[in-house]
């Protein structure tokens, strides 16, 4: 489970994360980081999880994994962003390891100080 400091619940802050944020994807998640200027708060994240992913017990599976694993990775992520994973279809079925290793990738993609080398990629593991 996620600090309540780390949950994200603003509609608004969904958006703009949505909208303004860099965007990386895998072929189960997409990822979306915004990093407001001139804001002090803790680091947030939300998850996004249709019923295109499957049924509310599928669902639901999919959100824990995602939290677990966001949880393992808060001190990677920049101070007052507000990030956003977003589960695609293919999530539903995905097994655990498949989904931190598409974390991971969505993660490198969409962090500013990102490593280009694959010595950078395993630093996110």
Do not use: I, Y
Request: with cysteine; net charge positive.
């Amino acid at each position: 489970m996620l600090p309540r400091e780390h949950r994200l619940t603003s509609g608004p802050d969904f958006r703009s994360a949505s909208r303004k944020g860099r965007r990386g994807g895998s072929r189960t998640l997409v990822a979306h980081l915004w990093a407001p200027e001139g804001v002090e708060h803790p680091v947030r994240v939300g998850f996004v999880v249709s019923k295109a992913v499957g049924n509310a017990v599928t669902r639901n599976r999919v959100k824990r994994r995602l939290r677990h694993l966001v949880r393992e990775r808060l001190e990677l992520l920049p101070a007052s962003g507000v990030l956003v994973v977003r589960a695609t279809p293919a999530s539903g079925g995905a097994s655990g390891p498949q989904l931190a290793a598409d974390l991971d990738q969505c993660l490198s993609k969409v962090l500013p100080n990102r490593l280009s080398s694959p010595a950078g990629a395993g630093a996110l593991r």
